[in-house]
């Protein structure tokens, strides 16, 4: 019997660099755009099996992986050995984008996280017994989380924040990440008892918990009458780069970066906490929106004095620019560069109706840097068709999927 699952992506709003240390938090959104996982048995001829998965992608040319795999000796889990593979299968129902995947664009919003979630719980929920592993319930989640958190930072080669699995795995939320000794202990894969000590981490029945990862959905919401929406930047930055740097600086001058982080963190809780209070109060009149515009400006003004005590360009001049001129326009509060900064997207907070859409979007479309250099250095921007997404992942009736797969 096939399954389905769907897990959103991210924006990280506010606490970029932060979020990587457990002593701070970031405030994630989940967005709209979803990866969508249809898991199905390989059908074979009577008698026949076959050690074999094979991964499709519609919605791309030339998308099709296969992979052999066996158990290891020892405990030591499954190996798998790519095989060939080739498709021309195309997406009916979702957009065919015509290109091979490594020539896709790439937007930043968490679709690899997004993709091992839905995928753990699609698999998760077509093997194990019904009932073992519920995904709407919080044991399910945590028990899709800790297994996604592992196979994620396994795929990335390091032990990341992971706010980008639990945003797929909880939806919007404030996140503080999970000590990274929680996955390190469990070696190399392929190492004997590897499977046991996993299992150990991904049931985690012990007390205290292992894992000390703080999801705290309550404490996030977006107001009736607010939207929370995605730029693209036809640029792109070198993350891995710019986080090295942010924190060798952090490192060589430890009691001024302490200040900073830490009133950082005091603008990216009032940010959480005037965004709850908004949606609570129930008033979304313009004037209302005072308190948000200014927390989100002294937010932009901490970040840009990281980008120049660090030298990493986390909010350079030409994204300083784009957003100065957006948030001039009518039904903007305020926007900025999310995540690790850079030049890959913007997010923008805008007043929830179709006017302020279209007038964002037109700005964009005509808008072009006032250097010369800048021109070339952010390209075509465009307003993505995402908004903000507050639920995690979900299962999905397998039958809307009969078209395409």
């Known amino acids: 019997m096939a399954t389905a699952v769907s897990a959103p992506g991210k924006v990280l709003l506010a606490g970029g660099y932060l979020v990587v240390d457990r002593d701070y938090t970031g405030l994630v959104f989940g967005l709209d755009a979803r990866i969508h996982v249809h898991v199905d048995e390989l059908h074979t001829s009577s008698g026949v099996s076959l050690s074999e998965i094979i991964v499709r992608s519609p919605q791309f040319r030339a998308a099709e992986w296969r992979y052999g795999y066996r158990l290891t000796e020892d405990n030591g889990g499954v190996e798998v050995i790519q095989l060939a593979g080739s498709s021309s299968i195309h997406a009916s129902r979702f957009i065919d984008f015509g290109v091979p995947l490594h020539k896709a664009h790439k937007t930043g919003l ?105 999801i705290k959905k309550s404490e996030i919401d977006i107001p009736k009458g ?103 326009l009518r039904g903007v509060i305020g926007g ?18 179709q006017e302020a859409v279209d007038e964002l979007s037109r700005f964009l479309d005509d808008y072009t840097a006032t250097e010369e250099g800048q021109k070339a250095m952010i390209g075509k921007i465009r307003l993505l068709n995402v908004k903000q997404e507050m639920a995690g992942m979900k299962a999905e009736d397998v039958n809307m999927y009969n078209k395409w797969v």
């Open 110 to 214: 968490g679709s690899s996280a997004a993709l091992v979630t839905a995928f753990v719980a699609a698999m998760l929920l077509h093997y194990l017994p019904v009932d073992t592993v519920v995904i709407n319930t919080e044991a399910g989640k945590a028990r899709v989380h800790n297994l996604a958190q592992a196979a994620h930072c396994t795929a990335q080669g390091k032990i990341g924040s992971g706010f980008d699995v639990a945003a797929a795995v909880y939806g919007s939320c404030i996140y503080r990440r999970f000590s990274p000794a929680v996955l390190e202990h469990l070696g190399e894969l392929g190492s004997v008892n590897f499977t046991k000590r996993l299992l150990v981490t991904v049931n985690d029945n012990s007390t205290p918990k292992l894992w000390d990862t703080q």
């Open 226 to 328: 607010l939207r929370l929406v995605m730029c693209d930047v036809d640029c792109g930055s070198e993350t891995p780069g710019m986080v090295k740097k942010v924190f060798a600086w952090r490192k060589e001058n430890a009691e001024e970066a302490a200040l900073l982080w830490a009133t950082l963190q005091k603008g990216n809780e009032d940010l959480a906490s005037e965004l709850r209070s908004l949606a609570t109060g129930g008033n979304t009149s313009v004037t209302s929106y005072e308190n948000l515009r200014d927390i989100v400006l002294t937010i932009r003004s901490l970040v840009r004095e990281m980008s120049e005590k660090t030298g990493v360009p986390i909010e350079p001049k030409v994204q300083t620019e784009l957003i100065d001129a957006c948030s001039e």
């Open 336 to 353: 900025v560069v999310p995540g690790a900064g850079g030049f890959d997207a913007i997010a923008m907070l805008i007043e929830d109706s």
